[in-house]
């Protein structure tokens, strides 16, 4: 099993940034993708990015592609997810989860891909 707590959430105004922090430990050598979720109120659960820890092949939503930046500091077992040009359309509760297997089929933001998961933490962006 594998423990993730997320970091680094807050209010910002739009336009601004904030970076994401997930540290993994347990088991970690058996994670193989870790993935960033995020939920809105009155939303579903929607994959925001991820990384393949193997040869770390980066992936992004359409909605955050070119905004959003996935990165892992292998050494601090941590996985960053930095976000830029904050809409508040972003306003949500944010995941990471990690995958003992790489997703099937490249769906790495399927969430029944995933083992492991963190408690969230709040981003909220005001206009």
């Keep these: 099993q594998v423990q993730l707590v997320e970091s680094g959430g807050g209010s910002v105004q739009a336009g601004e940034s904030l970076r994401l922090s997930c540290a993994v430990s347990g088991n ?5 993708c870790i993935g960033w979720f995020r939920r809105a109120p009155g939303k579903g659960r929607e994959g925001v990015a991820a990384i ?5 092949s980066t992936y992004y939503a359409d909605s955050v592609k070119g905004r959003f930046a996935i990165s892992q500091d292998n050494a601090k077992n941590t996985v960053y997810l930095q976000l830029n040009s904050l809409k508040p359309e972003d306003t949500a509760m944010y995941y990471c989860a990690a995958a003992v297997a790489e997703p099937y089929g ?3 933001y399927a969430s029944y891909e995933y083992n492991d998961w963190g408690q969230g933490t709040q981003v909220t962006v005001s206009s």
């Design 106 to 108: 490249g769906k790495w």
């Design 52 to 56: 393949y820890r193997g040869d770390g």
């Design 28 to 32: 970690i050598y058996r994670t193989k």
